[in-house]
Nanobody
Framework: HVQLVESGGGSVQAGGSLGLSCAAS????????MGWFRQAPGKEREGVAA???????RYADSLAGRVTISKDNAKNTLSLQMNALEPEDTAMYYC??????????????????WGHGTQVTVS
């Protein structure tokens, strides 16, 4: 079993920055990929960023340059730094982990473990 708990969400003005964190516990060492996804009201869930066991990162094209994903293997912590936020970034952000592919940002197929999410609101 893998447990993921997000934190760091909140409200921020357009153009601002926000950092999210995800604390992982359980059999997280058996996964090969961790990532962030988001879902806005009325829209499909979409991948934001992912990082594999080797530290290779993958970003959604629309977010590349504004977000940075990182992890601390020793502490089993995943982070997402977001800059130049826009109202369109408003969504529930989820931390995820899995054993599938990491570079295609497909949550349903490649990520089996999910947190409950943290809300990000950009005004």
């Amino acid at each position: 079993h893998v447990q993921l708990v997000e934190s760091g969400g909140g409200s921020v003005q357009a153009g601002g920055s926000l950092g999210l964190s995800c604390a992982a516990s359980g059999s997280i060492q058996r996964t090969n990929c961790m990532g962030w996804f988001r879902q806005a009201p009325g829209k499909e869930r979409e991948g934001v960023a992912a990082i594999d066991a080797s530290g290779r990162t993958r970003y959604a094209d629309s977010l590349a340059g504004r977000v940075t994903i990182s992890k601390d293997n020793a502490k089993n912590t995943l982070s997402l730094q977001m800059n130049a936020l826009e109202p369109e970034d408003t969504a529930m952000y989820y931390c995820a982990a899995g054993v599938g592919f990491c570079d295609r940002l497909r949550g349903e197929t490649d990520f089996a473990y999910w947190g409950h999410g943290t809300q990000v609101t950009v005004s």
